[in-house]
């Protein structure tokens, strides 16, 4: 599968420019959801099913649910394996308008870009690994959104933290930097969809999820004023149905 990228504005480029993984600048501010303005775990929901109770579809071959106008139906077998074991399939159009997108820590806990497809449907949704700096950097977990006219609040199908599913950290102890890791199933709808990364140290924080919290170092914690960078990059974006 080919992917199409679009150029990074001028302004893009220019913060980009010189900013190594671990040499990210931030302010430590209170990283909190009302203050990020961050989806709150467990709010009103749909499509975002959790696991122990997947989409309830009133017509299987409908891909909306008839009193919520939301996205249901049945992505079958569960949540896929982490890692997608091989090249990503053919026949799946997917685009990215972002070389890249990166969240921190505290400041930025939030990044968005545009993911475009060409049909509607559930997907499993893979990247490179969004973690990239090994040991020096521990808590690199994110979890995602995306948007589009047919799901507004953009929530996984699948769920393993509240209402969201957490990437963990995958390369504390090394990860293979072409292989591509799950980060969700959502609901994508022919054309333009806006993605959200956010931060799981924010979640944590707020008091949610404290299992996916690595407290090997403390200079990598969520509660310290290490960088933990998360990486989303348009080069790796692979689309699997799930239908």
Known sequence: MWLHLFPFSLPALLLLAGMGCNDYSFGKGDGNLAETGLFTPGDSASPGDSA?????SDDPGDPYDEDTGDPSGDPSDGPPGTILEGDCPEGTVATFDSDEIYVLSWDPTVATGVLSTDYSGWYNVYDYSIAESGSSQTNESAYFRI???ASSEGKPYWS?????WVVQDADN???PSDSRIYIGTFWLEAGANTLYMYHYCVLYRDGYCPEFHITDDSSSTCDSDGANSVH???EGLCLVSAD
Do not use: R, Y
């Open 173 to 175: 102890d090394g990860f």
């Open 52 to 56: 122990d109770n997947p989409g309830d």
């Open 160 to 164: 393993n933290c509240e209402d969201e």
């Open 232 to 234: 989303f990059e348009g």
């Open 147 to 149: 948007t589009n006219a």
